[in-house]
């Protein structure tokens, strides 16, 4: 079977009835999001809060009840896909546009789980561009301003006009190398101006899930330092 779809339904082993969950977006959570249909349809009591309007969209589509992110305190569970992640369990996402909102669902879920197949497991991230969201606002300049910070901005484009995120932003990837300085790269992408949110996920799992040609491997990471006073 597909790595992605063994992912994508083993992580539903993780989700208990009457639980508030944050739905990733990508086409690994596609599966477990079909799955989830089936739970539900069985009975299974949960609300959800989607990271994306396509995830929002999918989950109106199998009749899974969403309630928007300022509706609720708290998250139980966030599932969500990586673009690449190494050993300390520091990500890249964003592929997809939705980083922004990724975020702001991991960081009120009480646990997090990223589902994924194996080749995005890496010894160093950098191979895959680092998204950024920024201001549509002087993007010109922002883009500049990237550029001396040398970190080899590419502007998303969609069918020849920029890509627009679901918060009506635009998405910049940055062409860095593997193994890139991630102190360097977080503490001056915070200090430009029209940069909203950084695709640099460090340390937020509580867990990967990947499939891979031999089955599905968990790996749990116990070093993850909580933000949150109310996790356990
Ligand atoms: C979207 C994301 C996705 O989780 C990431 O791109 C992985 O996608 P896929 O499961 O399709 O490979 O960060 O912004």
Known sequence: M????IAGI?????IKNNMLLGLGTGSTVYYMIEKLRELVNQGLNIKAVATSQSTANLANEFKIPLVSIDEVERIDLAIDGADEIDGQFNAIKGGGGALFREKMVANIADKVIWIMDSSKV?????TFPLPVEILPYGYRHILKKLKLLSLNPVL???DEIPFVTDNHNYIVDLHIEK??????VSENLKCVTGVLEIGMFLNTC???IVG???????VENTNKISILNHKN
């Open 10 to 14: 083993k992580v539903t082993e993780y």
């Open 2 to 5: 597909d790595e992605k779809k």
């Open 122 to 126: 890496v010894d160093s991230i950098g």
């Open 212 to 218: 891979t040609s031999n089955g599905v491997k968990v």
């Open 206 to 208: 509580d867990r990967i």
């Open 179 to 184: 193994a890139f300085d991630i102190k360097y």
């Open 156 to 158: 998303r484009m969609k």
